[in-house]
């Protein structure tokens, strides 16, 4: 009887939303899930509840689609809060809950897997931190033979810093392939001394070294005279500058440095005189090398320390950058990107790996679908593109792949145990975050060199994130030019954007539309010119010498567009779950409105970032170019969500 009078009450609560004609139908059998009946009412009416919370339906939706399914967030949330951060925060809280719960019960099974005892100790040698120390860091790093720039900056390299001086890095080239890289100091990146780091440099040398004023006046003119020499000539040229070269070639041409003994340092190996490298701007970094060898080798040596310090220190949540360091959710965060395997595991492992199931069969269902429209689509070749152009088109589509969790595909427990057994976990936060940059890059570098077909085809089945990579990239779905692959997050495979019992409205409308959106990336402006196996090709050169495409990007691009590629994954994407999805005029006129509501959700309380628009501007652009948004909300021609030029793409 509770349950009977709780589902009345839903019922009764949909005003905005009526679901007596809605599609209840369902992806999931029966046997897909143990946990809740197959397309449980109560999920989908909760979710059409918390839905009308954020709506403001005395609005018109015609004249601001946002502020009609939006309008009442900020009544909910406060500033900066958005349905994908709130998402991530659930994440994050999941984390927190486990590892207090393992150290309140020592009994529990998970201690006796060795990838949760090493977080858990890692995760208190977080919560333990005081007051920043930075001096420790020095002190874990390896004495080095002699003074030499090149040694310490090997060595510095082995943590994944490479920014100044000369760059050598591992860097993942295509789907299936990463190369070594040589390029110039960047010269769009500077030191920025301050009172913690210079503290740490002095107390590392004992008081030896001048006062603040005088190191920063040096520092300013060493970066001056290493950015004249690392900057391009011609900085407006387009010529390309980056060249094959193997190891023998390069040393021949660069005798001043010893390259074989520098990548032995800083990777681990002695390389052969074949061994291939990519190489930017040789004469740049002849220049270089003859400066640094006969400048002043102690400020070279504290130059280098204190970039390596304050780029220790700007790496996403490091909770020494944070005012709440030993914080739960700040540790959890910390580690989340400087651990990414080990902690992606443990989610699995405690969390997720009850659902996998049901949402393959459910997202890998819809994400065919999407393909399947999207190719037949392409055959209509409404653009006239050439033959081989549109075969390789079509290529790319059938070769786009997704991963649930960013996990890699069908791995044993030796490889994980593997992978636990060479990361070591020590004493304190200082010695373990440098283990675990340690671990990660030199995995990147047996990568790059290893000839294990089956390891490699396990690695390259995911995308290994790296600790730099910045939220606002791996904490929503998104797709990875270099491994023609689509990303989704474990934030994104939950409430409110997803659920595998959602009815066939709400999935489709945020699923096929997210789905849609990161496919679509792989044809926009820019990640249009990699092919199926993440190499660069000459696609956009060839598409614009064709007038249809042209007129179709002239369209999208008008004086207010943010980013070009993300407008065009925008109504590329959406279009293409409209036509996946709802084509017939009874599917759009009874779930419809739903639909489109659904899809509001990602977009609620979205803020601008360095690769997308306001949430606002996106959400209600990309539906005012749709007719389908205008039968449905039956929207007067001319008003903003009905347009009357619209624009296409793809």
């Not at 960047?186 to 030896?208: P, Q, V």
């Not at 997050?489 to 959602?502: E, G, I, N, T």
């Not at 779950?577 to 959700?601: K, V």
């Amino acid at each position: 009887m509770p349950r009977l009078w709780a589902l009345c009450l839903l019922l009764a609560s949909a005003k905005a939303l009526p679901t007596n004609q809605l599609n209840k139908s369902c992806r999931l059998r029966a046997a897909d899930t143990s946990t809740e009946p197959t397309c449980s009412t109560d999920i989908n009416l909760r979710h059409i509840q918390l839905l009308e919370q954020y709506m403001l339906p005395e609005l018109d939706a015609c004249q601001d689609f946002y502020k009609y399914a939006c309008g009442n967030w900020r009544s909910v949330h406060e500033a900066g809060v958005s349905a994908m951060s709130l998402s991530g925060a659930r994440i994050d809280q999941r984390y927190v809950e486990l590892f207090e719960r393992l150290l309140d019960e020592p009994q529990a099974p998970e201690h006796e897997l060795p990838m949760y005892s090493k977080l858990l100790r890692y995760y208190q040698s977080c919560r333990a931190l005081g007051k920043p120390r930075l001096r420790r860091y020095l002190e874990q790093l390896p004495h080095t033979a002699n003074n030499h720039w090149a040694e310490l900056l090997a060595l510095l390299g082995r943590y994944g810093y490479h920014e100044h001086y000369v760059k050598i890095e591992v860097s993942q080239h295509n789907a299936t392939q990463h190369m070594l890289v040589v390029q110039p100091h960047n010269y769009n990146l500077s030191l920025n001394l301050s009172m913690i780091i210079y503290k740490a440099l002095r107390r590392h040398t004992h008081g030896l070294l001048p006062n603040l004023t005088q190191l920063r006046e040096r520092f300013g003119q060493l970066e001056a005279t290493l950015q004249q020499m690392a900057r391009p000539a011609n900085s407006s040229s387009e010529e390309e500058t980056l060249r094959n070269y193997t190891l023998e070639q390069l040393q021949q041409e660069l005798p001043q440095f010893n390259w074989t003994h520098a990548l032995q340092l800083q990777l681990g190996a002695t390389y052969p005189g074949s061994h291939q490298l990519l190489v930017d701007d040789v004469p740049a970094l002849r220049h270089l090398i003859a400066f640094l060898n006969r400048a002043d080798a102690r400020l070279l040596q504290l130059y280098s320390w204190a970039r390596f310090l304050q780029h220790l220190m700007q790496l996403p949540h490091n909770p020494l950058s944070n005012s709440h360091s030993s914080s739960r959710s700040i540790c959890v965060q910390h580690m989340r990107k400087t651990l990414y395997l080990p902690m992606n595991f443990v989610y699995e492992h405690s969390y997720y790996g009850r659902q996998r199931a049901a949402d393959e069969r459910v997202i890998f269902g819809v994400f065919e679908e999407l393909k399947t429209q999207f190719a037949q689509q392409l055959r209509r070749n409404e653009f006239g593109l050439e033959a081989p152009l549109l075969q390789a088109l079509l290529a790319k589509v059938h070769g786009l792949r997704l991963n649930l969790g960013n996990m890699p595909a069908n791995a044993s427990t030796e490889f994980y145990v593997d992978c636990e057994q060479h990361w070591r976990v020590g004493g304190d936060f200082y010695e373990n975050h440098l283990q675990s940059l340690l671990h990660y890059y030199a995995h990147l570098a047996e990568l790059e060199r290893s000839a294990n077909a089956s390891m490699r085809q396990l690695w390259y089945s995911f995308n290994h994130h790296g600790p730099g990579l910045t939220d606002n990239i791996d904490a929503t779905p998104y797709f990875y030019c270099l491994g023609s692959i689509i990303i989704m997050p474990y934030a994104y495979v939950q409430l409110p954007f997803y659920d595998a019992q959602f009815w066939p409205a709400l999935l489709y409308g945020d699923l096929a539309n997210t789905l849609g959106h990161e496919m679509l990336h792989a044809f926009d402006t820019y990640f249009v010119d990699y092919d199926a196996q993440g190499v660069m090709r000459d696609y956009s050169d060839q598409l614009l010498l064709n007038d249809h495409y042209v007129d179709a990007v002239n369209c999208l691009n008008d004086s207010e567009v943010f980013m070009l590629n993300e407008r065009a994954a925008d109504i590329s994407g959406t279009r293409l779950a409209l036509q996946t999805y709802m084509q017939q005029p009874a599917e759009r006129r009874n779930n419809g409105r739903l639909y489109f509501l659904q899809f509001a959700q990602f977009f609620c309380g979205e803020e601008a970032d360095i690769f997308h628009d306001t949430g606002s501007k996106r959400l209600n652009y990309a539906l005012a170019q749709m007719p389908e948004f205008a039968e449905v909300f039956q929207c007067a021609q001319g008003s903003p969500m009905n347009p009357v030029q619209r624009c296409r793409f793809w």
